[in-house]
């Protein structure tokens, strides 16, 4: 199983502390990252893939210290993440944009993951004729195709409708049970929240949640920073 053990993580722009020792570790194989808006989940998983070095604290990943490696070298190692903005190589066809991102050029690995996104269809159309829920997928198949060891998917349904939401969780679902690890940012919770193992939230930079789905909604924390103050009179 991937290990991930994050131990007081911390990152500050300047004066502003968005991370404020953020420990957590990967109990199980999928874990879903949420908060509200500004929380510091885009920046956690920046950190966790080199996007952004941190300011202290340690990302041990199988026993190695990976905090502050360069993207390439994570990436390497086995953790890559999707983008939560899509920005593919529009004159590149889907097929294309996979032999990018696959070691070797392995025409079996691309075909996987082609079939695993529902994107076969696709596969000779360059990108900038596919509709925004084939680019969603194509970002997600980028990822799948590398053969990374764990996902780190920022927002993958965000912007689609509930239909397309479907089709992305439904392929999650099954690499999920693939053996496939993940963690997910996500505000959809509805979606997201029923098949992952565990869940992470964070409010202003610090953890105020890490358990199992189950106990999310009732915990008076999550309460707070979702819905406001649950001791409030009035």
């Known amino acids: 199983m ?4 994050v131990s007081e993580l911390a990152k500050h722009f300047g004066g502003n502390r968005v991370l404020d020792r953020v420990s957590f570790s990967m109990r199980h194989g999928s874990l879903a990252l949420v908060g509200p808006n500004g ?17 202290a604290g340690r990302i041990e990943f199988d026993d190695l210290d990976i905090a502050g490696l360069s993207t390439w070298k994570i ?8 983008n939560q903005v899509v920005r593919p190589l529009h004159s590149l066809t889907v097929d294309e944009h996979l032999r990018v991102f696959t070691r070797g050029n392995d025409p079996v690995r691309r075909a996987r993951a082609l079939r695993a996104t529902n994107l076969e269809e696709f596969r000779e159309q360059t990108a900038d004729q596919l509709p925004f829920g084939a680019l969603k997928r194509l970002e997600l198949a980028e990822a799948i195709v590398t053969g ?5 998917l920022d ?6 409708s509930r239909l397309e939401a479907e089709g ?3 392929t999650l679902r099954t690499l999920r049970a693939q053996g496939q690890a993940m963690i997910i940012v ?4 509805r979606e997201i929240l029923p098949f992952v193992d565990d869940v992470v939230a964070l409010d202003r930079g610090r953890i105020i949640y890490d358990g199992p789905p189950s106990g999310f909604y009732a915990d008076a924390a999550v309460r707070d920073a979702y819905i406001g103050r649950t ?4």
């Open 2 to 5: 991937t290990r991930l053990v």
């Open 39 to 55: 929380a510091g989940k885009t920046t956690l998983l920046n950190a966790l893939a080199g996007v952004v070095r941190p300011s």
């Open 75 to 82: 990436a390497r190692l086995g953790i890559v993440k999707t």
């Open 148 to 152: 990374a060891r764990l996902l780190l």
């Open 155 to 160: 927002e993958p349904i965000g912007g689609l």
């Open 168 to 170: 992305i969780v439904e």
């Open 186 to 189: 996500e505000h959809r919770l």
């Open 231 to 234: 001791d409030a009179g009035g």
